[in-house]
């Protein structure tokens, strides 16, 4: 599978953003989707995820009240809603495919994943 995201770009803290990540192929069978977010000198984070059947979705408790993910099975795009943003959510947002299913404490980890996007910046100013 090969992902693409978009929908970055700058924004006043307390904006909003929406976040897409487009799966390409005739259909998605993976597991999961999930967005991290990267800063420079840090590592990647987990932000969200959301199963491809059933919609059980997850948050990092940063972005939990703020954030929300969801997908559209049709279009085969997960997205990521950004509500309230503040300059510490200033990072380069990647999406990845879990293809198998995995214990939840395994989708926090980047190295579970079995496709990236290239990432979307996103950067809020103060």
């Known amino acids: 599978v090969q992902l693409q995201a978009f929908g970055g770009g700058l924004v006043q803290a307390g904006g909003s953003l929406r976040l897409s990540c487009a799966a390409s192929?005739?259909?998605?069978?993976?597991?999961?989707i999930s967005w991290f977010r990267q800063s420079p000198g840090k590592e990647r984070e987990f932000v969200a995820s959301i199963r491809w059947s059933g919609d059980n979705t997850h948050y990092a408790d940063f972005a939990k009240g703020r954030f929300s993910i969801s997908r559209d099975i049709a279009l085969k795009t997960v997205y990521l809603q950004m509500n309230s943003l503040k300059p510490e959510d200033t990072a380069l947002y990647h999406c990845?495919?879990?293809?198998?299913?995995?214990?939840?404490?395994?989708?926090?980890?980047?190295?579970?994943?079995?496709?990236w996007g290239q990432g979307t910046q996103v950067t809020v100013s103060s």
């Open positions: 990845g495919a879990l293809m198998t299913p995995v214990p939840y404490c395994g989708s926090l980890q980047p190295m579970a994943y079995d496709a």
């Open positions: 192929g005739r259909t998605f069978s993976g597991f999961a």
